[in-house]
């Protein structure tokens, strides 16, 4: 049974930094491509960042816009976690905090955690 269990929310000032961690089981991690959601009140989950399964090459990383530059997302396959790095962070990125699995071969997330809650207060 995998089981994604997050940690490390909580609440940060305005340019502040916080990281995510993601503990995966019931899975062979490394695998497998994880994702970053988040969802802010009122509004819909949205996309974060992924990164991709280790290959010969690594693992590559991708995110939305408006985080680039301010957010890492970096995996340690020997501990099956995930992490999402984030700094100079901003009220707007005020949200619970997801992270998801993709197992299958629709190409959707289709395992995901509990979630984490961010609250960035100017």
């Known amino acids: 049974q995998v089981q994604l269990v997050e940690s490390g929310g909580g609440l940060v000032q305005v340019g502040g930094s916080l990281r995510l961690s993601c503990a995966a089981s019931g899975l062979t991690f490394s695998n497998y491509v994880m994702g970053w959601f988040r969802q802010a009140p009122g509004k819909e989950r949205e996309f974060v960042g992924t990164?991709?399964?280790?290959?010969?090459?690594?693992?590559?990383?991708y995110y939305k816009d408006s985080v680039k530059g301010r957010f890492t997302i970096s995996r340690d396959n020997a501990k099956n976690m995930v992490y999402l790095q984030m700094n100079s962070l901003k009220p707007e990125d005020t949200a619970v905090y997801y992270c998801?699995?993709?197992?299958?071969?629709?190409?959707?997330?289709?395992?995901w955690g509990q979630g984490t809650q961010v609250t960035v207060s100017s």
């Open positions: 998801a699995v993709r197992t299958g071969d629709t190409g959707e997330f289709d395992h």
């Open positions: 990164i991709t399964s280790f290959g010969l090459r690594g693992s590559s990383t």
